[in-house]
């Protein structure tokens, strides 16, 4: 994916700075088929340019010469992809007589740009034909390989000529006979969990389904196999707790003695005024905390289903603490912070149902499961280019 990733940015940086170029620069560099889109453009919002105006008269012709030579040389091969650029050559030279149409100086200029639309059909038919007898003989390998050739050479002949044969039946067969098909068992856990067990594999198997998205892989629950009567997958994924603890209590106090430096405590007189007393005050302060931790390791496995050998293994784990604080004073709660303060005003809580708890704990599991699966797939990508 990196590795297209580069290409298609390296691909974006030419096409900027092709498409920086003037026209002339495009002319001088021999890229004429540019050069003209270019000047025809530049020639819609300044016609008067003469500059434009030479531009166009030189490079139409030679565009039409090159993209000629290109078809001749494709013709006269036996290269697969022949007829791929007889077609793209095609279609670009009737691009340009669309554009040259579509701007009066340039039509004024070039009084009879050429098109080869009956041309291009038989091109596409052509191409066409091969791309699906290509499907054909890849779908003889019955192998998952061959089967993506297959499908990529269908969805070609059905993009040269729509509704090509049974182009459209022969998309779906070659992409199912693809498709790499894995059945996802769900964990095992004892009954009083299996609830939120089947929450976590649920939504496991919703969110894992947006690998089918683009992909030569689906991946089925057991029940979907079974319904689809789907008998000959290649391949499971298996999910099993190795182990896991709920609701281990763990209960802590600790009590402290606060205090507070000048703190109003009254007011006294002092020649016939009264002022503000101020002393120390003091206070007995316990912290009480309760945490219910509960944590567990996941253990997946890529299996073949033909010979049951494992092809790929990981493990992952999470954890989830549940906290409770309160607390209780004794003595002058201006001694306390407003923290303190706010703990006093909280108290012992039940802990969440070990089933809320199995969820929680389950959370960094599922992130986990779910990175690891599409980055195991991620390599049967669909090419959805047509071309």
């Known amino acids: 994916m990196k590795k297209i990733q580069n290409i298609v940015l390296l691909l974006t940086l030419v096409g900027m700075i092709v498409g920086c170029a003037s026209p002339a620069r495009q002319l001088n560099r021999g890229?004429?088929?540019?050069?003209?889109?270019?000047?025809?453009?530049?020639?819609?919002?300044?016609?008067?340019?003469?500059?434009?105006?030479?531009?166009?008269l030189q490079s139409y012709?030679?565009?039409?010469?090159?993209?000629?030579?290109?078809?001749?040389?494709?013709s006269q091969s036996n290269n697969l992809d022949k007829?791929?650029?007889?077609?793209?050559?095609?279609?670009?030279?009737?691009?340009?007589?669309?554009?040259?149409?579509?701007?009066?100086?340039?039509?004024?200029?070039?009084?009879?740009?050429?098109?080869?639309?009956?041309?291009?059909?038989?091109?596409?038919?052509?191409?066409?034909?091969?791309?699906?007898?290509?499907?054909?003989?890849?779908?003889?390998?019955?192998?998952?390989?061959?089967?993506?050739?297959?499908?990529?050479?269908?969805?070609?002949?059905?993009?040269?000529?729509?509704?090509?044969?049974?182009?459209?039946?022969?998309?779906?067969?070659?992409?199912?006979?693809?498709?790499?098909?894995?059945?996802?068992?769900?964990?095992?856990?004892?009954?009083?969990?299996?609830?939120?067990?089947?929450?976590?594999?649920?939504?496991?198997?919703?969110?894992?389904?947006?690998?089918?998205?683009?992909?030569?892989?689906?991946?089925?629950t057991p029940e979907e196999a079974k319904n689809e009567r789907m008998t000959n997958p290649h391949q499971y994924l298996v999910l099993d707790f190795l182990e896991f603890y709920v609701g281990n209590v763990s209960d802590s106090k600790n009590t402290t003695e606060v205090k507070r430096d000048s703190v109003i405590?009254?007011?006294?007189?002092?020649?016939?005024?009264?002022?503000?007393?101020?002393?120390?005050?003091?206070?007995?302060f316990t912290r009480y905390q309760r945490e219910v931790s509960s944590g567990g390791k996941m253990h997946v496995r890529i299996i073949d289903a033909t010979n049951s050998r494992v092809i790929e293994q990981r493990a992952f784990e999470g954890s989830y603490v549940w906290k409770n604080i309160w607390a209780t004073y004794s003595g002058d709660d201006r001694a306390l912070t407003n923290e303190q303060i706010k703990q006093t005003k909280s108290q012992a809580e039940l802990p969440p149902p070990h089933q809320d708890l199995f969820i929680e704990f389950t959370k960094p599991i599922y992130t986990q499961v779910v990175s690891y699966v599409r980055s195991a797939y991620s390599k049967y990508y669909v090419n959805t280019d047509k071309k």
């Not at 012709?61 to 494709?74: F, G, H, Q, W």
């Not at 669309?98 to 038919?125: D, M, T, W």
């Not at 405590?265 to 007995?284: E, F, I, L, P, S």
């Open 83 to 220: 007829y791929d650029v007889m077609v793209a050559r095609y279609e670009e030279m009737n691009h340009l007589a669309e554009e040259i149409y579509r701007c009066p100086i340039a039509h004024e200029l070039i009084r009879n740009p050429q098109e080869f639309h009956s041309e291009l059909a038989e091109v596409k038919g052509l191409a066409a034909e091969q791309a699906y007898n290509l499907g054909l003989q890849a779908m003889t390998y019955k192998t998952l390989d061959q089967s993506r050739i297959a499908y990529n050479n269908f969805v070609k002949a059905g993009y040269y000529v729509p509704n090509y044969r049974d182009v459209v039946n022969k998309i779906e067969e070659s992409r199912y006979a693809a498709t790499l098909r894995v059945i996802v068992e769900p964990p095992q856990t004892p009954a009083n969990f299996q609830v939120s067990a089947e929450f976590f594999y649920s939504n496991l198997v919703t969110e894992m389904a947006k690998v089918n998205r683009n992909q030569f892989v689906r991946l089925y």
């Open 31 to 56: 890229n004429y088929y540019q050069a003209t889109v270019d000047a025809v453009r530049k020639l819609r919002t300044n016609p008067n340019k003469i500059a434009n105006q030479d531009v166009l």
């Open 61 to 74: 012709p030679m565009a039409l010469k090159m993209a000629e030579r290109d078809i001749y040389n494709a």
């Open 265 to 284: 405590v009254g007011t006294v007189d002092v020649g016939g005024k009264k002022v503000n007393a101020y002393n120390t005050v003091k206070a007995q």
